[in-house]
T-cell receptor, first 112, second 115 residues
Framework: QKEVEQNSGPLSVPEGAIASLNCTYS??????FFWYRQYSGKSPELIMF????GDKEDGRFTAQLNKASQYVSLLIRDSQPSDSATYLC????????????FGQGTELSVKP | ETGVTQSPTHLIKTRGQQVTLRCSSQ?????VSWYQQALGQGPQFIFQ???????GRGNFPPRFSGLQFPNYSSELNVNALELDDSALYLC??????????????FGPGTRLLVL
């Protein structure tokens, strides 16, 4: 059973701090990884994706991938109350048309 | 906005009934994937359609079925509804280019309640 694991949280950080969200995956064949943000009652919204080992930055967001450790993370710098949401990590399964295997999500709360 | 639309937004059914959910993919996308998201959980893959053919299926019973039309829009049909089918149903569209793992963009979802 291919799995993606995340701490469910809640993770609470003060406004302006760095939020660090972590994810591990079981399938060494996974090559593409995605971070989605989901506000309560809404659908997942893509934040960023990463394919290569190392860091990928997009504005206040940095995704990190370590394939040897099967570990993906998302850093949010200068966290804002509007970042409060559930963050979903997903791995693409190439053996099934690129279906996404999601973790259960980490709830982030940014306190003013 | 992703350009992916779903209808209806909300639906209430009773156990044993049948339901059809609809999805229009983003312009230029040829692949539609359906996911079920129970409260407090991550989305679970139901199946994917590419060029009107099923292209992968998750661990869901045959009473979950689907279609993709020539314009790449899609339907999800669920027969003999059970209480556990109550969930948010998400459609995601992507542009398949043969390699797999393409970015998927989600529609707003259909919230189904089975009583």
């Amino acid at each position: 059973q291919k799995e993606v694991e995340q701490n469910s949280g809640p993770l609470s950080v003060p406004e302006g701090a760095i939020a660090s969200l972590n994810c591990t995956y079981s399938d060494r064949g996974s090559q593409s990884f995605f971070w989605y943000r989901q506000y309560s009652g809404k659908s997942p919204e893509l934040i960023m994706f990463i394919y290569s080992n190392g860091d990928k930055e997009d504005g206040r967001f940095t995704a990190q991938l370590n394939k040897a450790s099967q570990y993906v993370s998302l850093l949010i710098r200068d966290s804002q109350p509007s970042d409060s949401a559930t963050y979903l990590c997903a791995a693409a399964d190439y053996n099934q048309g690129g279906k996404l295997i999601f973790g259960q999500g980490t709830e982030l709360s940014v306190k003013p | 906005e992703t350009g992916v639309t779903q209808s209806p937004t909300h639906l209430i059914k009773t156990r044993g009934q049948q339901v059809t959910l609809r999805c229009s993919s983003q312009s230029g996308h040829n692949t539609v994937s359906w996911y079920q998201q129970a409260l407090g959980q991550g989305p679970q893959f139901i199946f994917q359609y590419y060029r009107e053919e099923e292209n992968g299926r998750g661990n869901f019973p045959p009473r979950f079925s689907g279609l993709q039309f020539p314009n790449y829009s899609s339907e999800l049909n669920v027969n003999a509804l059970e209480l556990d089918d109550s969930a948010l149903y998400l459609c995601a569209s992507s542009l398949a280019q043969g390699a797999g793992g393409e970015t998927q963009y989600f529609g707003p979802g259909t919230r189904l309640l089975v009583l």
